[in-house]
């Protein structure tokens, strides 16, 4: 007995030395994925360390911070309906929500001309009778198509194969043909998955329309492009960011280690060890929280499923930045404009307003998405901000000169990220890859709001697959 104690003294202090620790779990990343992870795992007694390669928490949820004033996110930014798991999180960490600013006429800028329009349509701008009848035609098909899609496993899906072997841009123009139509899914799809049409499956397409609702309500199309009682109906009030600071609060910021990108798993007598550059983790369990593009940054040791890895390698991140235009107060509220607008040209095709609860300042945010970012790959941050401010003038006039800052963060150049909202699949991904989404191997477990089952690249599915992930490691422990 008193050999082992001594056996055991020893193996702790070459841990400490080695800077090595021992968890139940290694948590890889620090967003809400991994975030929600941690606090199942808190729940349930079990203890883990998460390792963030960056220096704050939240992944793709990124506050700006206007001291005295208020913030705007860069990142991840709108909650809405039927988004039960981030809604029931926020309301467990005391934060509120507030309505995305709606009241007024919005701004449609189309062939050099600008209109300003009430929005009785759930987001469509004033076109010709045919192409709203074709909306109205087209929503309805791809809402019924949607319906019959199987959200945990799409790819058993009827007509799974046929539906994926093609674009979502091909259906479209199969289905549509006035111009007016197209321009309209043009500006909204990219502003949606951050991807072009001609780029995304249409099977994948279906399966997130299809989960953008909740157990009791059905997914739909106008849900995803919807302000009011949609994908962007409120915000955060201090920045979505303070979900992920505040949930690491409660975890115990002792239990994150930043800078920490992990370079290597690997399986060593039943146990795995995560190696960073800062320290080392063994642990029974791992949980992976990246992207799959980026999840093929670390070496596994034994590799993962050919499967799996093909799978890394065919889901794209989207191309997407923000631009934010700042200005001492909203002024177009005052001229009846609600700061939601599309455009058919510029770097920036959709905006909204982005001001705070209190209209402390005036803010419009527009999204740079799919083609357009990746046309301004090699541009400078300065004219970037050029170009999204011919953009926002476009939409809203010459009073956008008095903005007094434009804020742009690149998402496409972020490390560990390369883009965003999430990872998309192209045609035939979906069915040949699809079953290794989700799968654990070994002990390795995939969270992520890629994984989840519903709101696929929304705040909501990262927590949910969070949820999930938690579920999966404890009926196995």
């Not at 539906?163 to 197209?182: G, K, M, Q």
């Not at 889901?315 to 001492?328: C, N």
Request: hydrophobic share 45%; with cysteine; glycine share 10%.
């Amino acid at each position: 007995m008193r050999l082992y104690s001594i056996a055991l003294l020893i193996i702790q202090v070459l841990l400490v030395y080695c800077n090595v620790q021992q968890v139940d779990v290694a948590i890889i990343g620090a967003g809400l994925a991994g975030l929600t992870v941690a606090k199942s795992l808190l729940t349930s007694n079990k203890t883990f360390a998460i390792l963030e390669a960056r220096s704050r928490v939240g992944g793709r949820v990124l506050n700006a911070n206007f001291p005295g004033r208020g913030v705007e996110e860069l990142g991840g930014e709108y909650v809405g309906p039927t988004q039960d798991h981030v809604l029931a999180l926020i309301a467990e960490l005391g934060l509120e929500t507030y309505k995305t600013f709606t009241a007024g006429r919005s701004s449609f800028f189309r062939n050099g001309t600008l209109w300003h329009y009430t929005d009785t349509l759930g987001g469509i701008p004033p076109v010709g009778i045919g192409s709203l009848l074709e909306i109205a035609g087209f929503m309805n098909r791809i809402n019924t198509l949607a319906s019959t899609i199987d959200l945990e496993e799409p790819w058993k899906s009827p007509n799974a194969t046929a539906l994926d072997s093609i674009t979502l841009e091909t259906y479209v123009n199969s289905h549509v043909f006035t111009a007016e139509t197209r321009m309209l899914l043009n500006a909204a799809v990219p502003a949606i998955a951050s991807a072009e049409l001609r780029e995304i499956s249409l099977l994948y397409a279906l399966w997130g329309i299809a989960g953008a609702g909740n157990a009791t309500t059905p997914g739909s199309f106008g849900r995803v492009i919807a302000v009011d009682g949609g994908a962007q109906d409120s915000r955060v009030i201090g920045g979505t960011q303070l979900i992920a600071i505040k949930l690491a609060e409660r975890l115990g910021n002792d239990k994150i280690f930043f800078n920490a990108p992990v370079r290597k798993v690997k399986l060593d007598h039943g146990q795995y060890v995560v190696t960073s550059p800062t320290l080392n983790i063994t642990a029974k369990h791992v949980v992976v929280t990246m992207s799959p593009p980026l999840v093929n940054q670390i070496v596994f040791d034994p590799p993962l499923p050919a499967g799996r890895d093909q799978l890394n390698q065919r889901m794209p991140v989207g191309a997407l930045g923000k631009a934010i235009v700042i200005f001492p107060r909203p002024w177009w509220r005052g001229e009846s404009l609600n700061g939601a607008g599309i455009s058919d040209t510029g770097a920036i095709r959709v905006t909204y307003d982005n001001s705070p609860p209190n209209a402390s300042f005036g803010a419009l945010m527009g999204f740079i998405e799919a083609d357009e970012m990746r046309r301004l790959d090699g541009a400078s941050d300065d004219e970037i901000k050029l170009e999204a401010k011919q953009s926002f003038l476009n939409l809203f006039g010459p009073r956008v000169e008095t903005a007094t800052d434009i804020l742009v963060h690149r998402w496409d150049t972020d490390q560990f990220s390369r883009g965003g909202p999430a990872s998309f699949m192209p045609p035939g991904v979906l069915t040949q890859y699809g079953p290794f989404l989700r799968a654990p191997v070994g002990r390795i477990h995939f969270a992520g709001t890629e994984t989840a089952f519903r709101w696929v690249g929304y705040m909501d599915g990262a927590i949910s697959s969070g949820e999930r992930v938690a579920a999966e490691i404890l009926n196995n422990f």
